[in-house]
């Protein structure tokens, strides 16, 4: 009796202690839980609603562009100089030319090398937009008119307010792809200056620009294809003209080097291309945008309920995203390749006066606002948080927004993206703001 007594005590002391703790580690669980709340809730209670704060994300806001002219753009300060021309079905016909003073390499006497051999002009390339076969015909003509290094010249230069084009003085055929182009000058005219001029020209640079004021440089419109070729025109040695003689020596070096004051001029023909239909037409609501690199076409972005924030009482922007989706679908031929690496976005005050956003003047590390092409999202996104809360406050009073390509006065590059009224994948904005009760 002894032995089973025994075992029946200690098995009822083991359930008993085994109920006992599992009692405690509950009792522990419940009272751990009752007390685990939101760290943000916590001391919400002994605080009146008022002073709550309540974190909103809104991409309701309208969004709406259209295609518009570009904005002229300074050229006399690129790092490369665009040449070419380029026809395609979606932007019609572009073309680049150039106009450059030649700079002296060393100021000498030529009196030696009056009689001359050869001049030959090169350009270096740095690179090209389009068919790399593309077979473009050059034509070189003399600046009638001095351009200044002082002055600063625009994309939309007309070339015949400096050349009457009426002699030509060097031609040559060259592919978009070539990374050297070279030719002979040939007109007579021109040459027999090297050897007829007072030898005082070649030894002042002032007395040299006034006699050679430039060139233009240019190619004929092509009628398919085509593309443009980025010459290097600010270091010496890069693109030039050399003066051979005596038996093809070097005579006399000149270049097209920093020193030189030049000019990209660009034309753009959209008859008959998709760009035409809806160009300058905020009314149309074309469901495409185009934006094209040389100073071509823009956009010009609208929030046409923006005023209806105001309504919303006190609150802060914490971050506002402008997205733009790129289109890969309506014109597939503009592959990856083709788009603008990066796009601007400016504040506009009326159609011709823009200037930079207060989201783009913060940004010291260049990631804040961004605008760069993400392919992750197939989209160029923007944050525009600071335009947004000035143009609530009442700093700004015009919301409108300038998107052209970045660069685009030495880049050819292009994109179609979406406007804000397509039902797939629109432009849109998407804000995060704090309501302050």
Sequence with gaps: ????????????????????????????????????????????????SSDNLNLVVDSSTLVRAYTSTGVRRPTSTNDLYLLGSLKDSVFGTSSASILTQFYPLVLKSVDSTRTVDSLVIYLASAGYYGDSASQMNLKIYELNEKLRLDTTYFSDLNPA?????????????????????????????????????????????????????????????????????????TLFRSSGMVLYANGDSVGYEMAFSSFAAKANAFTHDYSGSPVSVNLDKPEAGDSLIFLEGLAGTNSIISFPELE???????????????????????????????????????????????????????DLTGKYFDGTFDGAIYSYVFNIGLHLQSYLRGDIENSRLLLLPTATNTSANRVIVRNGNVSSKPMKLKVVYTELY
């Design 161 to 233: 307010d400096y050349s009457d084009m009426a002699t030509e003085i060097a031609s040559t055929s060259y592919v978009v792809g070539d990374t050297l182009v070279h030719f002979s000058v040939t007109d007579p005219d021109f040459i027999a200056k090297f050897a007829t001029l007072p030898d005082s020209v070649f030894q002042d640079v002032v007395d040299f620009q006034n006699e050679f004021k430039g060139l233009y440089i240019r190619v004929d419109p092509v009628s398919q294809k085509g593309g443009f070729s980025y010459f290097d025109m």
């Design 308 to 362: 209806k924030w105001k309504e919303k009482g006190n609150i802060s922007i914490n971050k506002a995203e402008l997205i733009i989706p790129v289109d890969s679908l309506e014109y597939p031929g503009l592959t990856r390749d083709n788009y603008p690496p990066i796009l601007s976005l400016f504040t506009l005050d009326d159609d011709s006066s823009y200037h930079f956003m207060y989201d783009y003047r913060v």
């Design 1 to 48: 009796m002894s032995i089973i007594g025994t075992r029946l005590k200690g098995r009822t002391n083991i359930n008993i202690g085994f109920i006992f703790t599992s009692t405690l580690i509950f009792l522990f669980i419940l009272l751990s839980n009752s007390c685990k709340k939101d760290a943000d809730f916590l001391g919400r209670n002994l605080l009146p």
